[in-house]
């Protein structure tokens, strides 16, 4: 196993996204390829597959940055991480099946009780629940936050999903603002790629993983021989 150790105060959010871009923008097809191959592959059985489909999308943006030859058939070689991911995946996906239901439990409320409700319940009802909605979905996506480095440091680093999810979450809570600035970026570039016609959000979903992949080799810098 490697050290994992990392650096802090090394993301530079508009830096990041403008290195990401500098590295794929040559190859961008072929990077298009493989994040939306893995992302297909991945969503078709999204606990079990996104881990391995994760670990091999990165594989691939890894050889980008350190120069080495592109490869579709890398994005494959996550297969062979699949049981050290599977616990990082379980955690991201198990919240996201929670918020979905608590999204449908106001619906089936309402619908037993009927015309039972009257104005002056539903209106706290209603309201009580936009509140509990989004307390839960600030809490899952700064959990989410704090283990974006889980993948990568089980390719690069050899970790298991626990340790990857720990030394993840320090080192994104030791990078905070230089992350929550990404976080930022992102967010922006998604919403352009939103605003074209809504496909523009699949051809902007390379570069947001690129820069993640960027940012991880700032908080974390190559060095030794990679193990898995």
């Not at 490697?2 to 403008?18: L, R, W």
Request: proline share 4%.
């Amino acid at each position: 196993m490697q050290s994992t150790d990392f650096q802090i105060g090394t993301i530079k959010p508009v830096e990041v996204y403008k290195e990401a871009w500098a590295l794929m923008k040559d190859r961008y097809w072929m990077v298009f390829g493989i994040v939306i191959v893995g992302m297909l592959i991945g969503g078709a059985v999204p606990i079990i597959l996104i881990g391995p489909m994760m670990c091999g999308m990165f594989m691939c943006l890894f050889d980008l940055i350190d120069g080495r030859e592109l490869k579709f058939e890398t994005l494959f070689k996550g297969f062979d991480l699949i049981w050290k991911s599977l616990l990082v995946s379980v955690l991201i996906f198990v919240p996201i099946l929670i918020v979905l239901f608590t999204i449908y439990i106001p619906m089936i409320a309402m619908a037993i009780a009927g015309p039972k409700m009257s104005e002056s319940e539903l209106i706290p009802f209603l309201i009580g629940t936009v509140i509990f909605e989004i307390v839960i979905v600030v809490v899952m996506v700064c959990f989410h936050t704090l283990i974006m480095f889980a993948y990568p440091l089980i390719v690069e680093r050899g970790l298991t999903g626990v340790q990857a999810m720990m030394v993840s979450a320090k080192a994104v809570w030791n990078n905070l603002a230089g992350m929550a600035g990404l976080f930022g970026v992102g967010f922006v570039v998604a919403i352009v790629g939103y605003l074209m016609l809504c496909v523009g959000l699949y051809l902007v979903l390379p570069l947001i993983m690129m820069a993640q992949a960027v940012a991880f080799r700032k908080v974390f810098p190559k060095y030794g021989t990679q193990t898995i």
